[in-house]
């Protein structure tokens, strides 16, 4: 038969009463309730699916200030993706993607299952103020004007 070694008996029965307790021991007495996440991406002028979207979330403190912390999700081919373990509170997301405007919220996570719906939208026109064609939002930019203005000769000074 089996024969073991007294010290060796000892010692497992004392990880095998000890582990449990140590296991118990690390859960923080500010864990709560979480929430399974999930995050749909989708075009906002089609509604097509984003594809390898970076979906990022930071958890916000009372005073409205990011803290340490957060993860970063990428959508699938159909503009999902989710993260189960979201502790209930205020969440700041930004979702970044090739061609498309950076978006940013905070929520309120308050349940045990919530899904987002993001609409992305492609980026507009910029116009500048110290740019004569600000004026005229349908001018090109970045192109001079076809007819540029003749130099007033009356305003040159004789020499």
């Known amino acids: 038969m089996f024969r073991m070694n007294k010290g060796l008996f000892l010692g497992l029965l004392v990880c095998a009463l000890l582990l449990p307790g140590i296991a ?33 979330m930071h958890p916000v403190n009372p005073k409205g200030k990011q803290v ?4 970063e ?8 993706t989710s993260f189960d373990g979201i502790p209930y509170g205020k969440l700041r997301v930004q979702v970044l993607a090739h061609g498309f405007q ?26 500048s103020i110290y740019d004569d064609r600000a004026k005229d939002p349908n001018a090109p930019q970045g192109v001079p004007p076809a007819n540029p203005p003749a ?9």
Request: glycine residues 8%; contains cysteine; charged residues 30%.
């Open 68 to 71: 340490q912390g957060g993860a």
């Open 102 to 127: 950076t978006y940013g919220e905070d929520f309120d996570i308050d349940k045990p299952k919530m899904e987002i719906a993001i609409k992305l939208k492609r980026p507009t026109q910029q116009y």
């Open 73 to 80: 999700l990428k959508t699938d081919l159909d503009g999902k």
């Open 24 to 56: 118990f021991g690390q859960k923080d007495a500010n864990d709560g309730p979480t929430c399974w996440l999930s995050f749909v991406v989708t075009k906002d002028e089609s509604g097509k699916p984003v594809r390898n979207a970076a979906v990022i």
């Open 151 to 159: 130099p007033n000769q009356n305003d040159k000074k004789p020499n």
